[in-house]
């Protein structure tokens, strides 16, 4: 059975639409073939997908109708797939898999999709309270009760690719590597501040650990800013990689860290597909909805009475469920995760 999948737009949502992924191949068995198409992007992550067999490029991007050009991508795919499903609940997302005349076209309700989609599920989202659950329902039947335990993501890295990211930026893994990921593309009220973050990282690097920040070019200037926090003889010892990396090079070096600590973001739901040990931070939103799922993983949140909000900006202008909450707390959750890795001088 072949089937189309149309992906999220968000680098979190993509990853964890790899619970999807793995349903429909227990569901279907190994001859169920899956293609996603999505914005190229995309591609690192779901090439480290082995459920996946093709990312296809989508050429448009977020928010862009461009009707001809969805036809053209429609037509080009007709006679393909047995069934399209589609992750994002807009009508637009719904246009290609309706002009390809794929026979099976399932999503949610979304805007307006009647005609389009033939096979239109109704969200309970009580029923259904996490994005992966959400996800994973469309693998089923209608009223299917989800099989348990649940899938998490799981990317899987390729050495030689891994190696030659290392080589590439000059890196070397001689001592332990705290990853941190200072961005949130959502707003600063997901945004830890960076004079927390540099007291996380003068504290592990004074234990040896060298220090990795990861993000996009919009996030070069805070991780700058952090570094800038810590005196000459410290600050040598972490790397700015933001907006220098690739996707895929960020994929493969956020694989070698030793522990990462990150605000709710996309970067958050890669290291926890990696499985590393992961201090995930949270100001304005809930790990309610889109928890990282992995093994060893802390949320560390106030819980402030005006939280969670979901305002991309404090609508009170102080920013206290960030501002207050201390850097002691994300270094006991990271010792309680990791300890210290490196050895006692006085054991030698």
Known sequence: ????IIGPSWVG???????????????????????????????????????????????????????????????????QYEQAILLPNSLKSALVPFFADIPLRTGWRGEMRYGLLNDVRKLDKDAYPLMIERFMALAYEPGTELPKPYPRPSLQIDPASR?????????????????????????EAKRWPSEHYAAVAEARIRQGWQVWLFGSKNDHAVAEQIRGRLIPGLREESTNLCGDTSLAQ????????????????????????????????????????????????????????????????????????LRDLAPAQVDAALDRLVGDLLPDPQDS
């Open 163 to 187: 190696d030659a990211a290392l080589a590439h930026f000059g890196l070397e893994r001689d001592r332990p590597v705290l990853a941190l990921c200072p961005g949130a593309e959502f707003g």
């Open 250 to 321: 960020a994929i493969d070096l956020l694989s070698c860290a030793d522990a990462v600590v990150s605000n709710d973001s996309g970067l958050m739901h890669v290291a926890a597909a990696l499985n590393r040990p992961l201090v995930a931070v949270y100001g304005s939103t809930s790990p309610g909805f889109t928890p990282p799922l992995a093994d060893q993983v802390e949320m560390v949140r106030l819980g402030l009475d005006c939280s969670p909000c979901f305002d991309r900006t404090c609508r009170f202008g102080h920013y206290n469920c």
């Open 1 to 4: 059975m072949n089937i189309l």
């Open 13 to 79: 949502d993509m990853v964890m639409a790899q619970t999807l992924f793995t349903c429909l191949k227990q569901r279907h068995g190994d001859g169920c073939m899956i293609d996603v198409l999505a914005p190229d992007w995309s591609r690192p992550i779901l090439e480290r997908m082995p459920e996946v067999r093709s990312a296809l490029s989508f050429p448009l991007g977020h928010g862009a109708l461009e009707l001809a050009t969805r036809r053209r991508i429609g037509r080009s795919l007709a006679g």
